[in-house]
Antibody
Framework: EVKLVEFGGGLVEPGRSLRLSCTTS????????MSWFRQAPGKGLEWVGF??????????DYAASVRGRCSISIDDYKGIAYLQLNSLKTEDTAVYFCSRGRRQYCSGGNCYSNGFDFWGQGTMVTVSS | QSVLAQPPSMSGAPGQGVTISCTGSFSNIGAGYDVHWYQQLPGTAPKLLIY???YRPSGVPDRFSGSKSGTSASLAISGLQAEDEADYYCQSYDSSLGDYVFGAGTKVTVL
């Protein structure tokens, strides 16, 4: 059974940093892309960033709203994905979800994840003084 | 403002059907990127409902179906049931932004 569980949310002051963890089980972690999404209170889903699986280079991409403040990394051995978000702003307040990329493919020099098939339950991050 | 446009809400009586539209542009759906649909029940994580425009993951009832044409896609729910009351999001990739993009979501109410 595929499982994803996020940890690390909480109350953080503006300007500080936060690292979220996503522990996984039930699949060969290194073969898959992992992505982070967020959902502000009462709002829709927003993609934050993603890391490609090892067969596709393990490179990262980030949404414009977090680019330069965000870093996604993985621990292949433990099957954990991390999201580090720096210089936190009040608008970063959201539930953060990790998700597994369903299928990766490459086209035109870029490699994509075609849908996201398993999601964690989410962890709430509140940025406030 | 979301890159993909969805109606904010739709409703139907039990047993009826609803169709949710997802309108994009030539840099996302119209560029050939697939559309995926997610169902989010209140207080829970999103669940993949339809992938690659029209395919259902194992366990998703065949009351749910997807289609795509040109710069738009649709999710049809037939035979509405009380447990279908949820938010539904379409998702694709946008080559101009370099982002995975979502619609703002459609809240489906079963009357």
């Amino acid at each position: 059974e595929v499982k994803l569980v996020e940890f690390g949310g909480g109350l953080v002051e503006p300007g500080r940093s936060l690292r979220l963890s996503c522990t996984t089980s039930g699949f060969r972690f290194s073969d898959y892309a992992m992505s982070w999404f967020r959902q502000a209170p009462g709002k829709g889903l927003e993609w934050v960033g993603f890391i490609r699986g090892k067969p596709f280079g393990g490179t990262t991409d980030y949404a414009a709203s977090v680019r330069g403040r965000c870093s996604i990394s993985i621990d292949d051995y433990k099957g954990i994905a991390y999201l580090q978000l720096n210089s936190l702003k009040t608008e970063d307040t959201a539930v953060y979800f990790c998700s597994r990329g369903r299928r990766q493919y490459c086209s035109g020099g870029n490699c994509y994840s075609n849908g996201f098939d398993f999601w964690g339950q989410g962890t709430m991050v509140t940025v406030s003084s | 403002q979301s890159v993909l446009a969805q109606p904010p809400s739709m409703s139907g009586a039990p047993g009826q059907g609803v169709t949710i539209s997802c309108t994009g542009s030539f840099s996302n759906i119209g560029a050939g990127y697939d559309v995926h649909w997610y169902q989010q029940l209140p207080g829970t994580a999103p669940k993949l409902l339809i992938y690659e425009n029209k395919y259902r993951p194992s366990g998703v009832p065949d009351r749910f179906s997807g289609s795509k044409s040109g710069t738009s896609a649709s999710l049809a729910i037939s035979g509405l049931q009380a447990e279908d009351e949820a938010d539904y999001y379409c998702q694709s990739y946008d080559s101009s932004l370099g982002d995975y993009v979502f619609g703002a979501g459609t809240k489906v109410t079963v009357l």
